[in-house]
């Protein structure tokens, strides 16, 4: 993938992160979206026309929404011959999207889109059983009331249980784990212990802070005017700056009065050192660079290269360990070279267990099949903003947003190389090699 | 099909002389096609004396004519039917017998359409109004298309005169009264859907499937639904004199009586329901000679060709041109620049809202949702709509996104030296040809402009409050203003349906120049010792919607003091400080917004005289005395004065733009015709006499000018 047609990132905004059921609940998956995309458009000072197509991550769309890129694209203003594309890879739909146009740009299909992702877990939706569903189509297919009568009767108590998305979409069908498990069992293998997981959260926790207070987080963000929920037909709007997961003055001490909250007696996993359930989308605008010069657009950075590996999905936290295991392998690079990394914080245990991999000759040896460990990762070198446990992970857009973050974290401290890496459940890694312009 | 036809065949318009405007064809099925099609150079049909001659020759042609086997009466193509009779052949009547003549022609041929020995079918795409729905009345069946542009409805009320060709009489046939009525009585033009759910059209169809379905309808194979005929019911007079007089109570509530029209229609639409419809029709022509003689309906008339005239501003060398803003900027999100903000969204134009404090973008975005939810609850409008309409107003708090505006309009505060410098600042980013507006109501174009790179892009856009409401927009044009940018902000504010009427730069432009006088005048009474009261029930007698002292307090006594100030260092002494304004203000009274003003308002919103008025005015207490004779014309005539010195001016272009701004931005009755027409209605001697005693009483604000001393020794006219 180096060479003649790396795509360039000239630039991208996000929402603020909002935790699920505040300032931006009332805001659907495409509406979020939909803000970013234009903004994205705006800033570069173009009409839309000059896209090819606009490629999303989103995991959980909401049921009047299929295809929420495509809704985004068109209410963003953009003309609607410009098709769109809602990706999926859980997690690491932000980053799917991102590279489905790299390799769209590759095979010379296009030269600009607009990728990121956009996610709203408020809206997650409450599903009926099959059961209930099934009950209401043979109701509808009958002829007579005794019939219609005599098929509702079919239905039970457990008919009316809702199925919560949220719950299922984290939990894996495969392996039958609800995601915060997976995070104790890497705990328990590479023996991680709580106090080990809270101090990571805490810095977490506090480098957000000091990222917001300084202005830095302030950058990437187009502040939101979001109604009010549940003021009828005429809400009040309310402007949102900030990310609001950032827990301001967080201590070890308050985050070890958490209790565990998916193994209750002996876990080590809370809710303090986990990510978020949050509201948020992003989008970047990604093209050629021959492209770029032609509308006047200056990179703000490259895709150098990418690479996806598959593992357990009982271990799926470690799936960074192997994606830039392979990332490396095919660009020639070694962890070394990374002046700023960025791992996404789905659980502070994850992270630390694969800080952990990274660095194990064994796990080089018996897992990637290699004789040397890929390298210690320095933590002043590790998300400088926080992550995802300050600032929450809305599934879909977080490959973007940690891109976004790590290009501009890259410009900052001039910093030629890049790694954006993060877990997928299921059992998966995403890697990223982002070159400074 | 030999016999009958010295037709045509389908789709070529027929070659004989009499069917310039009338065209007939016979489909294959035998389905006579009538259609209309417009005078040369129109592009809407409208019934005039030469479409009426082809129709009577068409009918003569068909009439008797066996072998059809139906006919369909239909527009020239998708989005034309017939768009009423024209309103210069109304205009011009002044004999009542003339009048009525006309309309017995008209009804006449009508009622031979209605007589066809064969089934009869309007197929309607497009405006089919006043006379155009009077004539889809008199056939069998209605067929109304969903093309955008189909309205029904009988919109004469609106013009001071009565349906005169049928309509009366034959919609409370079809609907029976207490149905019929409303449509006859608010003038209404319906779109397709709504005309449908009232049955004013029978069915609503694809309009691309108009012409096939009317065919199927002529001969009897579209199943339309049958009505059951509410005329039992009306053939009781009890039944129909209740009818009638309820809705000649709430026409009186409403119109305050200034309006015959509406309700001579009541009367001949429930008297001609008591017999044959010969006898009906008889009434009604009659009271459409009465009310089309009238003087209401004259200055009516006047207005709708003053409004139509209006349009003249948005053309450059005669050329109609639209204003090419598909993306806007509103800096400044105050009453003004969020009604303009949610106006231009609703009308497809994207609108990057700035404004330095974020809550008053949000009260835009609130105000916004506000009234496109009631829009789509009242099914004006999609909810998609809706949706896109709210996309269109997008926050930009920073500024960004003017590199690809093609209008910046600027409602900041009223300080030259902001305007000054947001334009500096924004004139570097926009592209080219992008206008720069201000909504400034008293500072003048030209210091705004003054300085500016391109300052020919500059123009004044003053729009009144509440902006969703007031329907005049005053197009300033500076000294340096091209013609173009003025012809594309008119252009803008014909497309987000306000009437632009083009001023020339300078204080209080004219709708606050011609206001000024009067509010003023009222202040001079209220220090004289009359009471607010009675001074806002003569104003309200008059015809006024508000009296002026009211009008104050909903402005804003703020608003309102900074335009008097304007207008007092622009033209002392005729205009002086505001003096009982500045007393209120400076006790934190600023009107209806502040809960005090002249008046205090309750929290239901109710206005009540304050009783420590005169104390906080420094007036002496009052009692309740004689009400002084001809308020109302004292209230008025310093403004008339004023006005005829616009004209002198040439602020305006024409004596009769100064009568539109009068009805639109002003509020003066429109029945009286405007304030001028109104004020020279006897004569510009009888006026000069009545200014030259006020003058003497009350000093210099009543000097007549120039002009009316011309105009009262005849040497000028009003053009």
């Given at each position: 993938m180096s060479g003649a047609q790396r795509a360039a990132i000239f630039g991208g905004v996000r929402t603020p992160f909002c935790r699920a059921?505040?300032?931006?609940?009332?805001?659907?998956a495409s509406d979020l979206a939909t803000l970013v995309v234009r903004e994205t458009l705006v800033r570069a000072g173009l009409?839309?026309?000059?896209?090819?197509e606009v490629i999303l991550g989103c995991v959980g769309p909401d049921?009047?929404?299929?295809n929420p890129a495509r809704v985004a694209a068109v209410r963003a203003g953009l003309p609607v011959g410009v098709p769109a594309a809602t990706v999926g890879r859980n997690c690491a739909s932000g980053f799917e999207a991102i590279t489905a146009a790299s390799d769209r740009l590759a095979a010379g299909r296009g030269s600009l889109y607009v990728v990121g992702g956009t996610e709203s877990m408020s809206n997650y939706p409450l599903s009926y059983p099959r059961e209930f569903g099934r009950v209401l189509a043979a109701a509808q297919r009958a002829r007579g009331l005794p019939a219609k009568v005599a098929a509702f009767a079919?239905?039970?108590?457990?008919?009316?249980k809702p199925r919560v998305a949220i719950l299922e979409g984290l939990?894996?069908?495969?392996?039958?784990?609800i995601m915060g498990k997976t995070a104790e069992l890497l705990a328990r293998e590479f023996r991680i212990s709580r106090e080990e997981q809270d101090r990571f959260a805490c810095e977490s926790q506090n480098r957000a802070e000091r990222a917001r207070e300084e202005g830095r987080l302030g950058e990437e963000i187009l502040p939101v005017f979001a109604p009010e929920e549940g003021t009828n037909g005429s809400p009040r709007y309310r402007e949102v700056r900030a990310d609001n997961g950032i827990r301001p003055g967080q201590t070890v001490e308050a985050l070890a009065r958490?209790?565990?909250?998916?193994?209750?007696?002996?876990?080590?996993?809370t809710v303090g050192n986990s990510s978020q359930i949050t509201d948020g989308a992003c989008a970047l605008l990604l093209g050629s660079e021959e492209r770029g010069r032609a509308l006047g657009l200056a990179p703000l950075?490259?895709?150098r290269g990418s690479a996806y590996a598959g593992c357990e999905p009982a271990r799926m936290g470690l799936g960074p360990v192997y994606a830039t295991a392979r990332v490396l392998d095919r660009e020639g690079l070694?962890?070394?070279?990374?002046e700023r990394i960025e791992i996404n914080e789905a659980f502070a245990a994850q992270v630390l267990a694969c800080l952990r991999a990274f660095a194990s000759e064994r796990f080089a040896r018996e897992?990637?099949?290699?004789?040397?460990?890929?390298g210690e990762i320095d933590p002043a070198r590790l998300n400088g903003n926080g992550g995802a446990v300050a600032l929450g992970h809305p599934v879909g857009s977080s490959g973007a947003r940690l891109v976004l973050t790590l290009l501009r974290e890259m410009r900052r401290s001039g910093s030629r190389l890049g790694l954006a890496t993060l877990c997928v459940g299921g059992g998966q890694g995403g890697a990223l090699v982002l070159e400074a312009a | 099909m030999s016999e009958t036809l010295a037709l045509d065949p389908p789709g070529t318009p027929s070659a004989?002389?009499?069917?310039?405007r009338v065209a007939l064809e016979t489909s294959p099925r035998e389905v006579l096609f009538v259609r209309f099609l417009p005078a040369p150079g129109e592009r809407v049909v409208k019934i005039d004396l030469a479409f009426a001659g082809a129709l009577e020759a068409a009918l003569e042609r068909i009439e008797?004519?066996?072998?059809?086997r139906g006919f369909v009466f239909t527009g020239?193509?998708?989005?034309?039917?017939l768009a009423g009779a024209d309103i210069a052949l109304i205009r011009d009547l002044r004999d009542p017998a003339e009048a009525e003549k006309l309309a017995a022609r008209g009804q006449r041929l009508f009622e031979r359409i209605a007589r066809l020995p064969r089934p009869t079918v309007a197929a309607i795409s497009g405006p089919c109004l006043g006379g155009g729905y009077e004539l889809a009345l008199a056939c069998r069946w209605r067929l109304a298309s969903d093309h955008p542009k189909t309205k029904v409805g009988l919109p004469e009320v609106r013009l001071?005169?009565?349906?005169?060709?049928g309509g009366t009489q034959r919609l409370p046939r079809l609907l029976g009264l207490a149905r019929a009525l409303p449509p006859i009585l608010t003038g209404s033009a319906y779109p397709a859907r709504a005309a449908w759910r009232l049955g004013l059209v029978d069915d609503l169809v694809p309009d691309e499937r108009l012409a096939e379905l009317a065919e199927k309808a002529a001969l009897g194979e579209l199943p339309l639904p049958r009505r059951r005929a509410p005329r039992l019911l009306d053939r009781l007079s009890p039944v129909r004199f209740f009818v009638a007089e309820t809705a000649k109570r709430r026409t009186l509530r409403e119109t305050r009586g200034r309006y015959p029209a509406p309700l001579r229609a009541i009367e001949v639409a429930s008297r001609g329901l008591g017999g044959g419809i010969a006898r009906g029709l008889a009434l009604e022509a009659k009271a459409l000679a009465e009310t089309a003689t009238g003087p209401v309906a004259k200055n009516l008339l006047q207005l709708y060709f003053l409004r139509e005239g209006a349009?003249?501003?948005?053309?450059l060398d005669g050329q109609p041109l639209e204003s090419q803003v598909k993306r806007a900027a509103v800096i400044g999100c105050g009453a003004m620049g969020a009604g303009i903000a949610l106006l231009l969204a609703e009308r497809g134009v994207s609108v990057r809202l700035q404004d330095a404090d974020a809550g008053a973008i949000a009260r835009t975005l609130e105000r916004a949702r506000r009234r496109f939810g009631e829009k789509v609850a009242r099914r004006r409008m999609e909810r998609h709509e809706a949706v896109a309409a709210m996309d269109r107003l997008q926050p930009a708090g920073d500024g960004s996104?003017?590199?690809?505006?093609d209008l910046v309009l600027e409602a900041i505060v009223e300080s030259l030296e902001a305007k000054r410098s947001l334009f500096a600042k924004v004139a570097s980013r926009v592209p080219p040809g992008a206008l720069l507006a201000t909504n400034t109501s008293s500072l003048e174009v030209a210091a705004i402009a003054?300085?500016?790179?391109?300052?020919?892009r500059v123009v004044g856009l003053h729009f009144f409050n509440p902006v969703e409401k007031m329907p005049l927009v005053e197009v300033v044009r500076g000294p340096e203003t091209s013609p173009e940018s003025a012809a594309r902000a008119a252009a803008l504010a014909l497309e987000i349906e306000k009437t632009p009427l083009a001023v020339r730069d300078?204080?209080?432009?004219l709708v606050n120049r011609i206001l000024a006088p009067y509010l003023q005048e009222a202040s001079k009474l209220l220090v004289e010792g009359v009471l607010e009261r009675d001074i806002d029930e003569a104003a309200v007698r008059f015809?006024?919607?508000?009296?002026p002292i009211a009008l104050l307090d909903d402005v804003g006594l703020d608003v309102a003091a900074a335009a008097a100030r304007t207008l007092a260092a622009a033209f002392p002494p005729r205009f002086e400080p505001p003096r009982l304004l500045e007393r209120l203000l400076a006790s934190q009274r600023l009107g209806r917004k502040s809960g005090t003003g002249f008046y205090r308002y309750g929290r239901n919103g109710r206005r009540v005289v304050d009783p420590d008025l005169p104390r906080v005015l420094g007036l002496p207490a009052r009692s309740p005395g004689p009400v002084p004779q001809a308020l109302a014309e004292r209230l008025l005539l310093a403004s008339v004065l004023e006005a005829l010195r616009c004209v002198e001016e040439g602020i305006?272009?024409?004596?009769g733009d100064v009568d539109l701004a009068s009805v639109?931005?002003?509020?003066?009755?429109?029945d009286r015709g405007g304030i001028l027409r109104s004020a020279m209605a006897d004569g510009a001697e009888s006026l000069l006499r009545r200014a030259s005693e006020l003058r003497a009483r009350h000093?210099?604000?009543f000097e007549p000018c120039r002009l009316l001393l011309d105009l009262a020794s005849s040497k000028a006219t009003l053009a």
């Open positions: 059921g505040t300032d931006l609940s009332s805001l659907s009409d839309g026309s000059e896209v090819d049921a009047g929404e299929a079919r239905l039970r108590p457990r008919s009316f939990t894996d069908p495969t392996c039958g784990l958490l209790r565990p909250y998916f193994e209750t007696r002996h876990g080590t996993v950075g490259y895709l070694a962890l070394s070279d990374f897992e990637l099949g290699r004789p040397r460990p890929l | 004989t002389p009499s069917a310039e008797g004519k066996t072998s059809a020239p193509g998708p989005g034309m039917f001071g005169i009565v349906p005169g060709f349009k003249r501003f948005a053309a996104g003017l590199e690809r505006c003054k300085g500016l790179p391109r300052p020919e300078g204080a209080g432009f015809g006024l919607p508000v009296g305006v272009e024409r004596a639109l931005g002003f509020g003066f009755p429109p000093g210099v604000r």
